[in-house]
C-alpha cells in the first residue's frame, strides 16, 4: 500500500497588534510552516526618503498544516495569535491557487517579486525612491527591464529611469 501526503493546506491567521515577530517565531517552534508575503514601501520620513519591507497583508500571516489532525487549536493558543480566519466552526482553507500565485510571486524570504506588466503608454503609481506618490505615463520599456516613464514636475514633462518594482499600475 502506497503512503499518502499530509493533507496540509494553507490557512490565514490573524495576529495580534505589534506581535507579528512573536507569532511567527512561537509558529516556527512549534514546526507549523508559515508564509507572510513582504513588499517595499518607499515613505517620506524627516526629509528623507525610508525604503522598507512591510507585510503586504498588514495583521495576517499564512500558515500550512493538516486540519484533520487536529493542530489548529494549537495555532489558536499560540502567543501573538489572535485567531483563525473561519466561516462557521471550521478555519477556512486559502484556494490552492490563491496560494500558488501567491508563493510563485515571492522569492525564497517572502518578499514580493516585480513583475514587468506595464506598457509603453501605461498610466504608473511610483512606489519608491524619490518620486514616490507621483503618477507617470510609461514612455518604453528598455530590453534589460529599465522602464522610462514621464513625469509632469512643476509644469514640465521630465523622463526618468525606473526600475520595474518601483512602480505599479495606477
Not at 50 to 76: C, H, K
Not at 158 to 165: E, F, N, Q
Request: one cysteine or more; aromatic letters at 8%.
Amino acid at each position: 500500500m502506497a503512503a499518502t501526503e499530509p493533507a496540509e493546506r494553507w490557512y490565514l491567521a490573524q495576529l495580534k497588534p505589534n506581535c507579528q515577530r512573536i507569532a511567527l517565531r512561537n509558529l516556527d517552534r512549534q514546526g507549523f510552516r508559515t508564509f507572510l508575503p513582504l513588499h517595499d514601501l518607499t515613505t517620506r520620513q524627516g526629509g528623507s526618503f525610508v525604503t522598507r519591507s512591510r507585510p503586504l497583508f498588514p495583521g495576517y500571516v499564512f500558515v500550512a498544516f493538516d486540519l484533520e489532525a487536529g493542530g489548529w487549536s494549537t495555532i489558536n493558543n499560540t502567543y501573538g495569535i489572535t485567531r483563525l480566519v473561519s466561516f462557521g466552526a471550521r478555519p477556512a482553507p486559502v484556494p490552492d491557487d490563491l496560494m500558488a500565485g501567491l508563493l510563485g510571486r515571492c522569492d525564497a524570504a517572502g518578499k514580493l517579486l516585480a513583475a514587468v506588466t506595464v506598457r509603453p503608454g501605461d498610466a504608473v503609481m511610483v512606489t519608491a525612491g524619490a518620486f514616490a506618490d507621483f503618477v507617470g505615463r510609461v514612455e518604453r520599456i528598455d530590453p534589460d527591464q529599465r522602464v522610462w516613464v514621464l513625469l509632469d514636475l512643476l509644469g514640465r514633462t521630465t523622463r526618468v529611469s525606473l526600475s520595474p518594482d518601483s512602480m505599479r499600475v495606477a
